[in-house]
């Protein structure tokens, strides 16, 4: 749900950097989501596809680069990644002294425009 | 052509937010935003918050929770001016919905500003308010797996407030358990396990929230 208002951030901020690269027609948006935000890829792309009609990102396909979170034991030292929900003890060491990190990031890195043809 | 994106996806709601921050600033106002599965307890702690208040600290509430069991008459009848805000069933506030209900306030005759939050665990920390603390609200009635569940919004708080202290053991909530998950993902928020009900651990939550507060305006 809160997918919707995230969704219309994407496509605004896209079709703004589209207009001032010289308003060409955006084919492909790549997003990088981590693991710890809860947003999910499969409701991004449907309120995209709906938002996105008429514009000039209609039909654009999204790219999701998932980025796990890091975990690291207190106890052994191990590091290994991590997607909620949280298995409360190391598989390493059954400690469950944990820290985690990471899994934050959330950002458009780069939109694809195909400037063969302007328009939109 | 593969073009490099700079300006970011919440830009929108963060550029509202700091205004709002910003106004908060001038007119000395703390503001919390308060986030919490729905039926956690918010209303009832933000009500025993107040009531522990010394005289010279003026409170106010915005109300985001239409599902509340406690509605925003409760707060209003205590005399705390209270504003509620209808998301049109969205599940969380936005920087927006904040700045527009702050004309309603006489913001200088406010101390403190507790914003209530949509009930929900999920999303609302993607959103910024604009507010100086966030406040995470988790009940032992929820049971206390919640921060290995939601460790997004649990990262992201100030202070994580543990309510319903009163029903622990009925629960047969696991304080340590939850404890180390909080630690795991948040090493900073310090914990406040207190009761909404009886008033059981609001005095401690309330010093340190005084002493955060003198900070922030020692700062102005
Ligand atoms: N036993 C107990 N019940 C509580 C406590 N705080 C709230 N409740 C009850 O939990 C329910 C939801 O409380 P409310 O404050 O409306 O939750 P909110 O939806 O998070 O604002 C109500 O029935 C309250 O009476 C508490 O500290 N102890
Ligand atoms: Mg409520
Ligand atoms: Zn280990």
Redo the contacts with the bound molecule.
Sequence with gaps: MHELPVTQGILTVALETAEQYGGYRITAINLVIGDMTSIVDDSVQFYFDALSQGTAAEGAKLHFRREAAAAKCLECGHEYPVTPPLNPFCPQCDSAFLQISGGKEFFIESIEVDDENTGG | MKIPVVKQILTGNDQIAAENEQTFRENGVFALNLM??????????ILATIDHLPADVRPAVIEG?L????DADTISQRGVPVIQINTGGGCHLDAPMVRNSLPHFALSDIDLLFI?NV?NLVCPSNFKLGTALSVV?S?TAEGHDKPYKYPGIFATADVVIL?????LEVFEFDREYFERGLKAVNQHAPLFV?????GAGIDAWVAWLLDRRRGYTAAI
């Design positions: 919490a599965a729905p039926g956690a307890g918010k209303t009832t702690f929770d599902a509340s069991t406690i209530e009930g609200v009940s309510t319903k202290a009163d029903i207190v009761s909404g009900r009886t």
